[in-house]
Nanobody, 128 residues
Framework: QVQLVESGGGLVQAGGSLRLSCAAS????????MGWFRQAPGKEREFVAA????????YATDSMKGRFTISGDNAKNTVYLQMNTLKPDDTAVYYC?????????????????????WGQGTQVTVSS
């Protein structure tokens, strides 16, 4: 089992920044891909970004590139999501996810169903 603990959410004004962290513990050797998804009220959960702790490869949606940056620390089994120039549309619960064996092609990084473990989520609220 892998446990994921997210932190860093909160309330911020439009144009502001937040940095989310997600620390993994437990049997992390097979869960070397960590990602962020978000879900706004009444909407589907959507992919934000992912990081491969073994290769340091990153994946992100085009709409968030330039504002959101994912990074990781393999030694700490932790990933970070730096979010800049936040907009009210970024308001959502942000979930950390981890996986490995079921993510073996680029397209899998973007699919929630390919991740094995999930954090409880952290609320990000952007006021206008």
């Amino acid at each position: 089992q892998v446990q994921l603990v997210e932190s860093g959410g909160g309330l911020v004004q439009a144009g502001g920044s937040l940095r989310l962290s997600c620390a993994a513990s437990g049997r992390t050797s097979s869960s070397y891909i960590m990602g962020w998804f978000r879900q706004a009220p009444g909407k589907e959960r959507e992919f934000v970004a992912a990081y491969n702790l073994r290769t340091t490869t990153t994946y992100a949606t085009d709409s968030m590139k330039g504002r959101f940056t994912i990074s990781g620390d393999n030694a700490k089994n932790t990933v970070y999501l730096q979010m800049n120039t936040l907009k009210p549309d970024d308001t959502a619960v942000y979930y950390c996810a981890a996986g490995g064996p079921k993510i073996y092609s680029s397209s899998h990084y973007y699919l929630a169903s390919h991740y094995d473990y999930w954090g409880q989520g952290t609320q990000v609220t952007v006021s206008s």
